[in-house]
């Protein structure tokens, strides 16, 4: 019984060994060519920046492919989202708002919902080529990231036009002010990945 249950306590030590080795493997090294495509890539939007620091991650998976570049950027822009509902739905919470501040951050909270649909269908319209034609497809995307992005500015318009706690209106300012940007960077390589696509031979 004790030498069944050494081997196996052994057989578990090696399976974690195997697994925090596999975990601590660094991911391959992206080729020069794929970050300068990100970065050259990134200058059409309006934060290139930021764009490329948010993209040069996953260079390696991106290649020089504008439509994984678009797929991918959609991918964190929706991320962005709705970790900011998350958080803005909580702040919503707090204690001893005046009636207009909890209602602008009710409104908030329903319109960022609203966006967080629209990047996901967007993401879906992108990953599925055989649902429609392409051109089709492309103006339902950037009809719903751009109806995103116009849901998040209605949010930041809700709180300008009231007087609010500093600290609470500073934190939704600079959540809203990211995910405003990354659904910014998304909507410009969309756009870039539709206008090369259809001006193609």
């Known amino acids: 019984m ?10 578990v030590a ?18 020069k060519s794929d970050m300068q495509f990100i970065k050259t890539s990134c200058r059409t939007t309006s934060y290139p920046q930021l764009c490329t620091i948010s993209l040069s991650d ?8 504008p439509k994984i570049l678009a797929e991918t950027a959609l991918s964190i822009a929706f991320e962005t989202a709705r970790s900011t509902y998350t958080a803005i739905t909580k702040l919503s919470k707090t204690r ?36 429609r ?33 500093g600290k609470v209106k500073d934190k939704v300012r600079g959540y809203i002010l990211r ?4 659904t910014s960077i998304a909507l410009a390589l969309v756009n870039n990945y539709a206008a090369g696509e259809t001006g193609s031979p």
């Open 2 to 11: 004790g030498g069944r249950s050494y081997f196996f306590n052994a057989v």
């Open 14 to 31: 090696l399976f974690i060994i195997l697994q925090l080795g596999s975990a601590a493997r660094p991911a391959p090294r992206p080729r």
């Open 58 to 65: 996953y260079a390696s998976k991106i290649h020089s492919s």
């Open 96 to 131: 001893n708002l005046k009636p207009r501040e909890a209602a602008a951050m009710s409104d908030c909270v329903e319109v960022l919902g609203d966006s967080v649909d629209e990047l996901q269908m967007s993401i879906k319209e992108m990953k599925n080529p055989e649902s």
């Open 133 to 165: 034609s392409f051109g089709l497809r492309m103006s339902n995307i950037q009809t719903w990231v751009s109806a995103a992005l116009t849901y998040e500015d209605s949010c930041m318009d809700g709180f300008d036009e009231i007087a609010m706690n």
């Open 179 to 182: 995910v405003e940007q990354m």
